[in-house]
Structures are given as structure tokens and as C-alpha cells.
């Protein structure tokens, strides 16, 4: 709003110039939305012990400690990101832009679900929310009908293709095969997050991390001249997600404040969906969708642990971790929980660094 309401003054006030800066835009976008995280947090933290009368419903067949150290904390503390987050795009963004309302709606949705699902959970005081299938069925149309909208913004020669990584432009063209790619993209790391978010201040660190990588995405696939010298595919307009990542941040970092160890709230689904699905999202808009994968990692490596768990359990009748998702495993084997979080940080931000690499080495 800022960028639309100050632009047509920059003649009499050469100052206002500022906001034809991207950066500076991020930047205001930042503290804004860490500056109204650390306002609100208290009274919604109040606000949400108040309603929740015992707290976010802890896992029985989970870490023993959580059954002691987390019983009564509140959660849906994600409302505290996304309030953060879209005063933050009000404010900074350019509201005219069709991507930055087309990836905040999968934030929005995304979150609508998880709250929902923490909702159910507090209702019935029990660890078990929505139906898994029924979720996933619901996060599959969002996604499908985000991808439908965004092909009818994108350049024609940008529609249904993946781009590869540490190549010069090779490029695979799915055709309507990309429709379920694109949309595995989104659900998988919304649901990534979402398996990620067991610990205090595990899920957001790499959130942040990611939501940093891929500003650098969007701001050079936006922008043409950097696109061509770095043999990247140009997509007009993503530019102005860097907003988006820049505001996620802010709004990480004010959460965070009150989910450093020991939590004063959790972030439960409402959070982690939307989050998940708004990195999603913009891999799939900027086309670094295979990147998110490396970049992802912690998150991919969380959901995986998983998935091996199950299928191995199922097969063999023999667990590969002590307890999944893997951060479980760790505790079990006599990590502390900061020991953890902070190794997780570490590696996310090496995987993130390896990432960004692939914008040069092609």
C-alpha cells in the first residue's frame, strides 16, 4: 500500500524514491511484521490460554517429557504469523500484484485448514484432528486450483515446466502431468512443516531459513537482467515475493520470541500448513521447485523419516528410529531439545547455502 500510496509524491519529495526499492520494501516488511508480532504476542498468548483450557493436546505414545514440560501450552499460535504477515504485504507490498495475493491465498487457505484441524484436536482433547485423507484431498484442490490460475498469469513458455538445476535452461515439460507435481510441491511441504513442528523452535528456524533462500529466488527470477546472466528462467512480477518471504520472516522472528524454549505457545497446524504451503507455493511460482528439496531438507528429511518408519513397520514389523519423526528419534537416544533445534538450524542453513549455490554453479 505504501509502495501504491507514496510513488505518485516521489516528484515532490525525492525522499519517497525509497519505496521504489525493493529492498528497502523487504526491509520495512521485515520489522514491520516482527515489530507487530512482539506487540500482539502477549494478549494472544493470554488470549488463547484463556480458550484453551488445557493446552494443545500431547501425544501419549510421544517423548515422556512432553507429557510433563508441554502439558497446558496453547497453541494455534500461527494466527500471531499470519496476522504478522498480512498486515505486513498490506503495507509493503505492491497490491496490485496478482502473484503476491495468488501465493497469499494458499497461505490463507492453508491456514484456515490447520486451524480447523487445531480446532478439532482441542475440542475432543485428543492429538488426532481432521482425517488425514479428507486433509489431504482439501490441500490437493487448493493446490490445483492455485496452479490453474497461476499458468493463466505465466509467461506461455513458463506453463507446465520444471526447470534443472545446475544446468544452463534444460528444462522437462510435464504438460497436465504438472498439475499433481506442482501440487505434490505444495502438500508436501506444508505437511513437511507440519511433521517438523514437534519441538520448541524447530519448524521456524528453518522456515525463516527457507523463507531467506528463496527471497534471493524470487528476487532474481524477477528481475530480467540478473535472470539472463545467471541462466535462470525470468517470471515477471515474483519480484514482489520477496515481500512475502521478507514478512514471513519478521513474523518468524517475533514468534519465535515466544516459542524459544520453553514455549509459551505453539504455532499447531494453523501454522505450520500455512508457512509450509507459502514456501511451497513460491518455489512453484519462482520454478525452483527441485531446489526446495535442498533447500527444504530438514523438512525433507523429517517427513521421510516417516515414511520410512511406516513402510519398514509395515513390511517387517521393525522400526528404523526409536520414535519418528526423526527429531522424536534423537530424544530418545539422549539429546537435549536445545541440542537438537540447534544442530537442525545448522544444517538447514548449510542445505540453504548449498541451495543458493545452484544459481552459480551451472
Known amino acids: 500500500m505504501f509502495h501504491y500510496f507514496f510513488l505518485p509524491l516521489v516528484e515532490d519529495f525525492n525522499f519517497l524514491n525509497l519505496f521504489n526499492y525493493l529492498t528497502f520494501r523487504a526491509g520495512g516488511a521485515l520489522f514491520t511484521a516482527f515489530l507487530i508480532s512482539i506487540l500482539l504476542g502477549p494478549k494472544l498468548i493470554r488470549g488463547l490460554k484463556k480458550l484453551q483450557k488445557k493446552g ?10 512432553h507429557l510433563i514440560n ?29 502473484l503476491v495475493w495468488l501465493v497469499f491465498t494458499i497461505t490463507i487457505l492453508f491456514g484456515l485448514l490447520g486451524a480447523v484441524d487445531d480446532y478439532k484436536k482441542l475440542k475432543t482433547n485428543s492429538p488426532k484432528g481432521i482425517d488425514g485423507t479428507n486433509r489431504l484431498i482439501i490441500e490437493f484442490f487448493i493446490s490445483f486450483v492455485f496452479i490453474f490460475y497461476l499458468n493463466s498469469i505465466l509467461d506461455r513458455n513458463l506453463i507446465n515446466i520444471i526447470f534443472i538445476p545446475f544446468t544452463k535452461g534444460y528444462f ?14 505444495i502438500v508436501g511441504c506444508a505437511n513437511a512443516v507440519n511433521l517438523t513442528d514437534g519441538l520448541d523452535g524447530l519448524a521456524i528456524g528453518p522456515i525463516m531459513i527457507s523463507a531467506l533462500s528463496f527471497a534471493f529466488f524470487a528476487y532474481f527470477t524477477g528481475n530480467l537482467i540478473y535472470s539472463d546472466y545467471l541462466k535462470i ?3 515477471s512480477d515474483t519480484g514482489e515475493l520477496v515481500i512475502i518471504c521478507a514478512s514471513l520472516i519478521g ?54 523419516s516417516v515414511f520410512a518408519q511406516v513402510i519398514s513397520f509395515k513390511l517387517t514389523g521393525k522400526r528404523i528410529f526409536k ?15 536445545s541440542t537438537i533445534v540447534i544442530r537442525f538450524w545448522i544444517i538447514a542453513i548449510i542445505l540453504a547455502l548449498i541451495g543458493l549455490a545452484s544459481l552459480k554453479l551451472r
Not at 56 to 65: L, M, N, V
Not at 172 to 185: A, E, K
Not at 323 to 337: L, R, T, Y
Request: aromatic fraction near 12%; avoid cysteine.
Open 56 to 65: 494443545q493436546p500431547i501425544r501419549e505414545d510421544g517423548p515422556k517429557s
Open 70 to 98: 508441554k502439558v497446558g501450552t496453547p497453541t494455534m499460535g500461527g494466527m500471531l504469523i499470519l496476522v504478522s504477515l498480512f498486515i505486513s504485504i498490506i503495507l509493503w507490498s505492491d497490491i496490485t500484484s496478482k
Open 172 to 185: 522437462i515439460d510435464l504438460g497436465l502431468f504438472y498439475y499433481l507435481f506442482g501440487s505434490i510441491v
Open 233 to 235: 528462467p525470468y517470471v
Open 251 to 304: 513474523a518468524g522472528l517475533g514468534f519465535l520470541w515466544f516459542n524459544a524454549p520453553p514455549a509459551m505457545v505453539f504455532m499447531g497446524d494453523t501454522g505450520s500448513l500455512s508457512m509450509g504451503g507459502t514456501i511451497g507455493a513460491i518455489a512453484v511460482v519462482t520454478k525452483h521447485e527441485l531446489i526446495l528439496i535442498i533447500v527444504g531438507g530438514i523438512f525433507v528429511l523429517e517427513a521421510l
Open 323 to 337: 520414535m519418528a519423526p526423526i527429531h522424536h528419534h534423537f530424544e530418545q537416544k539422549g539429546w537435549s531439545e
